[in-house]
């Protein structure tokens, strides 16, 4: 039975405080994004091992980073839609599973380019449904006055921390093992993936969609112990939509269009300079007379840095109470440090701006994430993420290959440097132009849940 008193499942979760539970799934996302992060960006140590026995062209080489990344854009678009329909538990599961399986398959079967580039396209599958879907999951939970922070603990630290050890990796242990260990190691994500079936719960507001009463009354009691009895009583209300039959068609609605062709512009732009330079950060940091170990180590220093800027840019934006302009300045910025390449050499000056591109270009990536989550009704919320996911990752994958091709046709990186600066920087025109329309969409009318 319930009472009178009516509780607003959405005002509960944005207002609560980061309880123990919050910090157990902040935990479980970050350690399920660090194989994200990890998997994404290990194919720029494979490069140096496999260009000459493998006879590649700089474009070939390019499309070994790229082809994941050909699979991630197929996984992002079509992911949002079944979390969307069958929840985001059911779907994270299934992509950590694909990602595990073929990772794993990789040093087994990857021993060309034709079938090395198959099984990369096979676990961007999976890891197309991972951070976009990791984003909305963390989103849909975390306190209102916390939520670009918390998210980034529990999304964006894990990337980081996964693009990370990559870099480590391919520093300390390919010159022994060769650049088979990176996928080795990788597939130490099975057993998360098997621990995770007993242990991850489903998003409260899918829950709502779904009209799962028992089910939200348990996880807001876990979520708010201290609330346990008024939840026992109470009728709870959602305030949501039902779920959207065409919800790409309900982003694209004359409400949202502009919100979402900006941000797909602005992904598209981002993720072509983070991919681009972080895909042959070693390489032509070797061609400006840095040792095979300092090469590699600054595609570690990138995402150490990404890190630290993520979350700068997450704290500014929530003391700001708005994500856009520092999204805009964290893009310009980025892109100047880029630019500085252009006409500044020497290995200080090679940290520095290295540094500066991953503190400000990657960093503003992750928020985007966030900025994108927020931005639209939960119904279509798992599809905006993807969406705009897959979108970049047309930039993504055109990057390292556009890289290349202008490595081979100037026999130098200054055209990259030229080319990654100035995207960053019409970025940052891109997201500044959305003041005044950024609003989160308001959801649709009360939909009462109760028993």
């Not at 050909?70 to 538990?89: N, Q, S, T, W, Y």
């Not at 039959?245 to 409400?255: D, G, S």
């Not at 512009?265 to 991919?275: Q, V």
């Amino acid at each position: 039975m319930t009472n009178n008193v009516n509780i607003d499942v959405n005002e509960e979760l944005a207002e609560a405080k980061v309880g123990r539970l919050h910090k157990w799934l902040g935990v479980m996302m970050a350690t399920l994004t660090l194989f994200d992060g990890y998997d994404t960006f290990n194919p720029a140590y494979v490069i140096h091992y496999v260009a000459g026995p493998w006879g590649l062209a700089p474009g070939q080489a390019g499309f070994l980073v790229s082809s994941g990344l050909v699979g991630f854009l197929i996984g992002a678009a079509a992911h949002g839609i079944v979390a969307d329909r069958m929840g985001r538990r059911v779907t994270l599961l299934g992509g950590l599973w694909i990602t595990s399986i073929f990772t794993l398959a990789t040093p087994l079967l990857g021993d060309s380019f034709a079938s090395f580039c198959t099984l990369r396209v096979l676990t961007g599958l999976g890891l197309g449904v991972l951070l976009p879907l990791a984003t909305t999951y963390i989103n849909e939970l975390a306190p209102r006055r916390v939520a670009n922070t918390f998210s980034l603990w529990g999304v964006a630290f894990g990337w980081a921390l996964g693009g990370t050890m990559a870099g480590l990796v391919g520093v300390f242990l390919t010159p022994i093992f060769g650049w088979k260990v990176l996928y080795w190691i990788g597939s130490l994500s099975i057993p998360l993936t098997i621990a995770l079936h007993f242990c991850l719960p489903e998003s409260v507001k899918f829950l709502a969609l779904k009209g799962r009463i028992e089910d939200i009354r348990a996880l807001l009691t876990r979520l708010r112990p201290e609330r346990a009895e008024a939840y026992r009583n109470a009728r709870l209300v959602v305030t949501g939509s039902t779920t959207q039959r065409n919800p790409v068609a309900a982003l694209l609605t004359p409400q949202n269009r502009r919100t979402t062709l900006t941000i797909w512009l602005a992904a598209f732009l981002s993720l072509f300079c983070i991919f681009g330079l972080t895909g042959w950060i070693p390489t032509v940091m070797m061609k400006r007379g840095e040792t095979f170990a300092a090469s590699f180590g600054f595609g570690a220093l990138m995402q150490v840095m990404s890190f630290v800027g993520g979350l700068a840019c997450g704290y500014l934006a929530d003391r700001r109470g708005s994500s856009r302009s520092v999204l805009a300045t964290w893009w310009a910025l980025g892109g100047l440090s880029v630019l500085a390449l252009v006409f500044l050499d020497g290995h200080a000056v090679n940290i520095v701006c290295t540094a500066a591109a991953g503190f400000f270009v990657i960093g503003a990536q992750y928020v985007l994430n966030n900025f994108t989550a927020r931005s639209f009704d939960t119904s279509v919320r798992a599809t905006a993420v993807g969406m705009m996911l897959s979108v970049g990752r047309i930039g993504a994958i055109l990057g390292p290959f556009v890289v290349g091709t202008l490595q081979q046709v100037s026999a130098g990186p200054m055209p990259m440097f030229v080319l990654i600066g100035c995207a960053s920087i019409v970025a940052a025109i891109a997201i500044a132009s959305l003041a005044g329309r950024t609003a989160p969409v308001r959801e649709a009318s009360p939909l009462h849940v109760h028993g």
